[in-house]
């Protein structure tokens, strides 16, 4: 019996080894990286129906900050026109409130060189996307954004251009 529980522990500390040097592997390669910039830019993409590029991204657990570079987000706007959102940088510091009912806030959101192009065409259309997939039963979205509380926000050098195309 002392044999069994032996044999299983040193299994056990070679499989943990084993993950440990993987995971130090694929962070040190870089291809965490890419596999998360590749599910942030989904999950983007999926919230708000645009298509969104980006050129860097970046988050740190243990300050619970994400980091984007060179963000854009692509609305219905014509070829050759500027694109529905872009930002230089975006910086986005997570609160926890509660471990055990999931529940985060936005402690700090910075924004460096945010240009929002709004185009609303005679019959009231605009460029702004819309998500491809409907929103579950509960409060209409514009309910939800006024329940976003962000401690603090900054903005650097932004721009709104709205284009009456009629």
Known sequence: MKFKWKRWLKILGATAAALTVIAIIL??????ARWARTGVIAQIE???GGRVELKEFRFSVMALRAELDDF????????GTPPFFHAETLVVDLRVISFFRRKIALDEVRIEKPALHLRIDKEGKSNA????????AGKPWREQIFDLSIRELRLKQG????NDVS
Do not use: S, Y
Not at 72 to 79: I, Q, S
Not at 159 to 162: A, F, P, S, T, W
């Open 27 to 32: 962070v040190q390669t870089g291809v965490a």
């Open 46 to 48: 999926k919230m708000t």
């Open 72 to 79: 854009t987000l692509h609305g219905r706007e014509p070829e």
């Open 129 to 136: 996307p819309v998500p491809k997939t409907e929103r579950p």
């Open 159 to 162: 721009m709104l251009l709205i």
